[in-house]
């Protein structure tokens, strides 16, 4: 049984967790930055323990081969081949069947999805509108309009928030769908609290002036809570630099919070 504090806070039987996307906006051009980027520095300090008890995760490879639905899973590792600068539709591009078009290659482009013959998302060379019959999911909380059922690749600019990607072949079973599931599902997971405090900041710089920097803070069980704060903003110029000088730049950031009880 699902029921929301707003639209944001979810509570799943005994378990209570108030998950909050505060802020993800991007600003940009028709014609994006195609540089080339390499890591400038990364930081971490990571707690011993794993993840809360009630903490969402990805489907092992013995569930998916045992269940009736088909599923492709993108851990981290794969994420990371997306590059610093690449955002949810960077993060698809590697999902099988999954076909992704668009004007640019970081996470402040619109770009159209395509799962099984059926688009979703806006983007595309002529600004094209898909039909809202994929469903996107962050931590389970569904993320299109309710209104038109479509949803904007740029919603999720910074691959360092998503822990993994789950993409689900066809409407899935029929407890886990939601009323957009017609051609498939996409839940992008975020990080997730942990039993023990850590925290990671990742910083990137490239060339045409490509900047981009990640951090993710987890409390660790604190009081009966532990709390995680994620979020990072990225800027830069394009390649393609017009005969006035304009060098076609780019923005996007983005803040993300989860609590949740470990009682």
Not at 11 to 21: F, P
Not at 208 to 218: D, M, P, S
Not at 227 to 248: E, H, I, P
Request: aromatic fraction near 10%; charge should be positive.
């Amino acid at each position: 049984m699902r029921s929301y504090l707003g639209s944001k806070g979810v509570t799943r039987g005994m378990r209570r967790r108030l998950t909050i996307l505060l802020l993800s906006t991007s600003c940009l051009v028709p014609i994006a930055a195609g540089a080339q980027t390499v890591s400038a520095g990364e930081v971490s300090a990571s707690g011993a323990a794993g993840l809360v008890a009630d903490a969402t995760q990805a489907p092992s490879q013995k569930k998916i081969f045992k269940s009736g639905t088909t599923k492709r899973v993108l851990n981290r590792k794969i994420l990371d081949a997306a590059g610093p600068v690449g955002g949810a539709a960077q993060m698809l591009s590697y999902a099988p069947g999954v076909q992704v078009s668009g004007y640019g290659n970081t996470g402040a482009d619109k770009y159209t999805i395509t799962l099984n013959g059926v688009q979703q998302g806006w983007g595309g060379f002529g600004g094209f509108t898909g039909d809202g019959a994929v469903m996107i999911t962050m931590d389970g909380v569904p993320m299109v309009d309710p209104s038109t059922d479509l949803w904007q690749s740029n919603f999720i600019p910074q691959n360092g928030l998503i822990v993994s990607a789950t993409t689900t072949y066809g409407p899935g079973n029929p407890a886990d769908r939601w009323y957009a599931n017609v051609a498939g599902n996409v839940e992008f997971t975020p990080v997730q609290p942990t039993t023990k405090p850590g925290g990671d900041i990742t910083a990137t710089y490239g060339n045409y002036g490509q900047k981009n920097i990640e951090f993710n803070l987890r409390t660790g069980s604190y009081h009966g809570w532990s709390t995680v704060l994620a979020g990072g903003m990225g800027n830069g110029n394009s390649f393609r630099k017009a005969a006035d000088g304009f060098q076609n730049p780019y923005n996007d950031y983005a803040i993300y919070l989860t609590q949740q009880s470990v009682i």
